[in-house]
């Protein structure tokens, strides 16, 4: 069974930047695709971004495009958000989360079989 544990949220400014941290134990990720998802109050879980086993593909959310990367250490079997030019509307509990197959089958959360307990990010304007 693997634990996820995620790291550094907090409480920035907007236009601020912050990252993520996923660390797993338990067994190795590297055939894992991993992804982020985050859930604002009263919102349903979305979609943020993914990254294949391999590290060689990546999804956004169109919204985070350009001002997100995602990123992994195999080595270290660790996944990072890296979040720039934070927004108010990016205010939320970020969850990292582990999927069975080593390629990007989707975003839907369904494909998604591991989850780690959530980080708070809130963004003030």
């Known amino acids: 069974q693997v634990q996820l544990v995620e790291s550094g949220g907090g409480l920035v400014q907007a236009g601020d930047s912050l990252r993520l941290s996923c660390a797993a134990s338990?067994?190795?990720?590297?055939?894992?695709?991993l992804g982020w998802f985050r859930q604002a109050p009263g919102k349903e879980r979305e979609f943020v971004a993914a990254?294949?086993?391999?590290?060689?593909?990546?999804v956004y959310k169109d919204s985070v495009k350009g001002r997100f990367t995602i990123s992994r250490d195999n080595a270290e079997n660790i996944m990072y958000l890296q979040m720039n030019t934070l927004k108010p509307d990016g205010t939320a509990v970020y969850y990292c989360?582990?999927?069975?197959?080593?390629?990007?089958?989707?975003?839907?959360?369904?494909?998604?079989?591991?989850w780690g307990q959530g980080t708070q990010v809130t963004v003030s304007s």
């Open positions: 338990g067994r190795t990720l590297s055939r894992n695709t």
């Open positions: 990254i294949s086993a391999s590290g060689s593909n990546t």
């Open positions: 989360a582990a999927a069975t197959s080593p390629w990007i089958v989707g975003t839907d959360e369904r494909n998604f079989e591991s």
